[in-house]
């Protein structure tokens, strides 16, 4: 499901069918990779959206995720995959790029993030993600992105 980012604070809207489906209350817990914060539910008729201050503390970006909720209490997004994928960030060249969105455009959902060895420190990783649909003029379809890693394997 496509998910959108708007401009609130601490709201996660689902559309009214998802809520009765999954007797969502008034709040719920979201996890994004290895992030997590709380968020108030709102309804919509529309997609699944988020407030623009969780979605920039969960890295959360405007891609197509599979979602799960457990017990009315908490929704996963993802997934998010990571690709390490040179030793150098110099060498994620847009022709190497071009050549990953081969394969990124197979992922099914998620965040697809290609990032380089060099680029990890202090429980961060700094890379590209990709949008299909968010067409930049240096990278094409890959976004630069700043993300905590700690815990990943």
Avoid: W
């Avoid at 979201?30 to 959206?49: M, N, P």
């Amino acid at each position: 499901m496509k998910l959108k980012i708007i401009q609130n604070k601490g709201c996660i809207y689902f559309p009214e069918e998802i809520q009765e489906k999954y007797n969502l209350n008034e709040e719920i817990k979201i996890c994004h990779g290895k992030l997590t914060s709380r968020a108030i539910i709102k309804s919509t008729k529309e997609e699944l959206a988020i407030s623009q201050d969780l979605a920039d503390l969960l890295k959360i970006k405007e891609v197509d995720y599979d979602f799960k909720i457990i017990n009315s209490e908490m929704i996963i997004l993802g997934p998010v995959v990571g690709i390490l994928a040179k030793r150098n960030f110099s060498a994620l060249t847009l022709k190497y790029l071009s050549r990953m969105e081969r394969f990124a455009i197979n992922c099914t959902k998620g965040l697809l993030i290609v990032f380089s060895l060099d680029k990890i420190k202090d429980s961060f990783v700094r890379g590209y993600y990709f949008n299909p649909e968010k067409i930049n003029l240096r990278r094409q379809n890959f976004h630069s992105l700043y993300l905590f890693i700690e815990g990943l394997v």
